[in-house]
């Protein structure tokens, strides 16, 4: 069954610290994975999009990895500020197909 | 400026009362989604759109309608409208096809619906 689980669930960090969330997925065929930033009661906005042969990329002070061997992806958030507070989703879509995989989300909490 | 807006932000209905969920583009964007996001359940696809007239089910459909007469349109259209219908909808628009990585997905604010 294809399915997407992020972990954690949730997450509060101090100002200036870095954080990883992660992100794991059964889809198969893999097309391509991609992280969005979704402020509370906004539209998620999209991060970062990686496909089987990219294994990092970035945006800004978020770096997403990617290991299409074992199926997880990683988002690294550096110097963390308040505006960084937000959900994080996941979304893995599968090649020749139009569905795409949602996570749940991380919920992340920066507190000066 | 690019963007994908959504029609009313707010409502609160009754069951039963028709009601219709406007979603504009103005990327020119061939792909056109709508999707309901419930707490614990992450974002849902409802249903979307390929193109003019070409419509299709995601993973959620029942109880719901679209139409895609023009390109920059996606009308989300709730017959009947019952309380488990109460959630928070987001359209999304992007180039073509999600299965691309080309295609970067731009969603709208969303509309907070309350059906008592």
């Known amino acids: ?22 992100c794991n997925y059964t889809v198969s065929p893999f097309s391509n994975l991609r992280w969005y930033k979704q402020d509370t ?39 963390s500020q308040l505006s960084d507070s937000a959900s994080y989703i996941c979304v893995v879509s599968e090649t020749g197909a139009n569905n795409l995989f949602f996570g749940t989300g991380t919920r992340l909490t920066v507190i000066p | 400026e690019a963007q994908v807006t959504q029609n009313p932000r707010y409502l609160i209905t009754v069951t039963g009362k028709k009601l ?33 007239e070409v419509t299709d089910k995601g993973d959620v459909p029942e109880g719901y309608k679209v139409s895609r007469k023009e390109k920059r349109n996606f009308p989300l259209i709730l017959e009947s409208p019952s309380p488990n219908q109460t959630s928070l909808y987001f359209c999304a628009s992007s180039r073509g096809q999600l299965r691309s990585s080309y295609n970067e997905q731009f969603f709208g604010p969303g509309t907070r619906l309350t059906v008592l």
């Not at chain 1, 069954?1 to 992660?22: A, D, M, R, W, Y």
């Not at chain 1, 002070?61 to 550096?78: E, G, M, N, P, V």
């Open chain 1, 41 to 79: 009661g906004r539209g998620p906005v999209s991060l970062t999009i990686m496909t089987f042969s990219e294994n990092t990329k970035s945006n800004g002070r978020y770096t997403a990895t990617l290991d299409a061997d074992t199926k997880q992806s990683s988002l690294h958030i550096t110097a």
């Open chain 1, 1 to 22: 069954k294809n399915q997407v689980e992020q972990s954690p669930q949730s997450l509060i960090i101090l100002e200036g610290k870095n954080c990883t969330l992660q």
């Open chain 2, 20 to 52: 219709t969920v406007t979603c504009s583009q103005n990327m020119n964007h061939e792909y056109m989604s709508w999707y309901r996001q419930d707490p614990g359940l992450g974002l849902r696809q409802i249903y979307y759109s390929m193109n003019v």
